[in-house]
């Protein structure tokens, strides 16, 4: 049973930074990349980030680019997502999420599991 945990979510003031974790179990992740999406209400679910198996790769979603780090520890299984600079338009339900390749996408229906999300809330 695959299982992604993820935390590090908090309300916090614009210009602050949170650090989100993902804890993956239940498989080898060392060949699957591993990404972050976001949904806030009433809105579709975006990509955020994306890291390759081998973690030299990362891939940002434009808004967060130069604001944002994604990385990853393959011995331990897990992906972390370093916010920096942060804004109320950050503000959503932040997700981890595992595809099965090694290749990344920003399309959430082709990564194979999913955590359950942590809140991220900005304040202006």
């Known amino acids: 049973q695959v299982q992604l945990v993820e935390s590090g979510g908090g309300l916090v003031q614009a210009g602050s930074s949170l650090r989100l974790s993902c804890a993956a179990s239940?498989?080898?992740?060392?060949?699957?990349?591993m990404g972050w999406f976001r949904q806030a209400p009433g809105k579709e679910r975006e990509f955020v980030a994306a890291?390759?198996?081998?973690?030299?790769?990362?891939y940002y979603e434009d808004s967060v680019k130069g604001r944002f780090t994604i990385s990853r520890d393959n011995a331990k299984n897990t992906v972390a997502l370093q916010m920096n600079s942060l804004k109320p338009e950050d503000t959503a339900l932040y997700y981890c999420?595992?595809?099965?390749?090694?290749?990344?996408?920003?399309?959430?229906?082709?990564?194979?599991?999913w955590g359950q999300g942590t809140q991220v809330t900005v304040s202006s």
């Open positions: 890291v390759s198996s081998s973690g030299v790769r990362t």
């Open positions: 999420a595992v595809r099965r390749t090694p290749y990344h996408t920003t399309v959430w229906r082709e990564y194979d599991y």
């Open positions: 239940g498989r080898a992740f060392s060949t699957s990349a």
